[in-house]
């Protein structure tokens, strides 16, 4: 599920509101600065955030980015432990909704700009490692083939990977 894109919300209903209030929990559980919801195995264009002590969440969202980039490292809560270099815009502004389908703008730089991006990648099935530089793509990939946690969903049947870093990724994960 996380790297097939996405379905539009259609429905805003008691339902959607749940699937927010999931997110929502789960995201402080882990705990992270955003979650999208295939991350937690719906597949739905949802996701939330938690960043600067702000917490909000969109449904439906499109991004518009700044040529302006900024340099982090970055991390994601379906890829325990990890934390790389990862290129973004420096600022973002994401047109959605919000759970009772009203038109929302977020607009955010630095780290708030950077978790827009991240889960809005979710949703198109887009993970960071895709958008790391070549050789720290590759270190990456062989990270995640070393690591304990590798081919654990799909021998459970796809169970979603949310678990907490045993490193501290001061409030990275997305
Ligand atoms: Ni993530």
Same mark, same amino acid.
């Given at each position: 599920?996380?790297?097939?894109?996405?379905?539009?919300?259609?429905?805003?209903?008691?339902?959607?509101?749940?699937?927010?209030?999931?997110?929502?929990?789960?995201?402080?559980?882990?705990?992270?600065?955003?979650?999208?919801?295939?991350?937690?195995?719906?597949?739905?264009?949802?996701?939330?955030? %938690?960043?600067?002590?702000?917490?909000?969440?969109?449904?439906?969202?499109?991004?518009?980015?700044?040529?302006?980039?900024?340099?982090?490292?970055?991390?994601?809560?379906?890829?325990?432990?990890?934390?790389?270099?990862?290129?973004?815009?420096?600022?973002?502004?994401?047109?959605?909704? %919000?759970?009772?389908?009203?038109?929302?703008?977020?607009?955010?730089?630095?780290?708030?700009?950077?978790?827009?991006?991240?889960?809005?990648?979710?949703?198109?099935?887009?993970?960071?490692?895709?958008?790391?530089?070549?050789?720290?793509?590759?270190?990456?990939?062989?990270?995640?083939?070393?690591?304990?946690?590798?081919?654990?969903?799909?021998?459970?049947?796809?169970?979603?990977?949310?678990?907490?870093?045993?490193?501290?990724?001061?409030?990275?994960?997305?």
């Amino acid at each position: 599920m996380l790297t097939t894109p996405a379905s539009p919300v259609v429905t805003y209903d008691k339902e959607l509101r749940t699937l927010v209030a999931d997110l929502t929990e789960t995201m402080h559980d882990a705990p992270g600065a955003g979650l999208a919801a295939p991350q937690i195995g719906v597949s739905l264009r949802v996701f939330v955030w %938690n960043v600067d002590d702000e917490v909000g969440h969109l449904i439906n969202p499109s991004l518009d980015l700044s040529e302006e980039l900024q340099e982090g490292d970055e991390g994601c809560l379906s890829f325990p432990g990890m934390l790389y270099e990862t290129p973004r815009a420096f600022r973002a502004v994401a047109k959605g909704f %919000n759970m009772h389908g009203e038109p929302i703008i977020v607009e955010g730089t630095e780290l708030l700009a950077r978790c827009l991006q991240h889960e809005n990648d979710h949703l198109d099935g887009i993970l960071f490692i895709d958008r790391l530089l070549k050789s720290d793509r590759k270190r990456a990939m062989k990270e995640i083939r070393n690591s304990e946690w590798f081919g654990v969903a799909t021998e459970s049947g796809a169970e979603p990977i949310i678990k907490v870093s045993p490193h501290a990724m001061n409030g990275l994960g997305l």
